[in-house]
Structures are given as C-alpha cells and as structure tokens.
Nanobody, 124 residues
Framework: QVQLVESGGGTVQAGGSLRLSCAAS????????MAWFRQGPGKEREFVAT????????YYTDSVKGRFTVSRDDAKKTVYLQMNSLKPEDTAVYYC?????????????????WGQGTQVNVSS
C-alpha cells in the first residue's frame, strides 16, 4: 500500500508559479508510475501529467505542455509538479495518483492510489 499526501497549493495571480509536492509513505515509490490529475469547479477530474518509473518518460495533457513539469525523487519518495505561467483555467483541486501498472493510461481508473488533493486558485 502507498499513502499519498499533496501539498503546495494556494492562490496565485495569473502568470505566477506554484510547485506542488506529493509525499508517499508506505511502500517505496520506485514501483509506481505516478501522475497528477485535477478537478476544476463543476468539471470532471482530468489527467494533467504522468511520469514513468525512475528515469522514465513524461507525458502531459496539451493544455499544460510547456508550462508544467512533472518530476520525481524516489529517494525522498516525492513527486513534484512545477506549474509556471498559470492561467485562471488552471484553478482546480490537484490530485497525485499512483499506478502499479507499467503502462497505465490517462484515465483515473488506471490509478489505484490517490491523495486527498490540494487546492490551486489562479486569479486574473
């Protein structure tokens, strides 16, 4: 089992930056493909980014490409999401998720471990 706890959310003006962290406890993080999802007000939860096993590749949804960067530090059991050039439409609760599958998709059902989420508000 893996327990995930997100932090780093807050309120920022458009164009600003935030860095989200996802700290894992329990089993080592090395075994899991990790991802970030978000759920905006009145919207369904959507995929944001994923990072494969240590040293592996990353993949982003089109709306955040070039602005967000996902990374992981397996020694610290932490996954990060660096968010730059934030826009009001990035306002959402951001969730960290983990999958024991080596090739999970971008659907939330591909991930069995979830954090409680951290709120990000971007003002215009």
């Amino acid at each position: 089992q893996v327990q995930l706890v997100e932090s780093g959310g807050g309120t920022v003006q458009a164009g600003g930056s935030l860095r989200l962290s996802c700290a894992a406890s329990g089993r080592t993080l090395r075994r899991y493909v990790m991802a970030w999802f978000r759920q905006g007000p009145g919207k369904e939860r959507e995929f944001v980014a994923t990072i494969k096993l240590s040293g592996g590749s990353t993949y982003y949804t089109d709306s955040v490409k070039g602005r967000f960067t996902v990374s992981r530090d397996d020694a610290k059991k932490t996954v990060y999401l660096q968010m730059n050039s934030l826009k009001p439409e990035d306002t959402a609760v951001y969730y960290c998720a983990g999958s024991s599958s080596l090739v999970p998709g971008t659907g939330e059902y591909d991930y069995e471990y979830w954090g409680q989420g951290t709120q990000v508000n971007v003002s215009s």
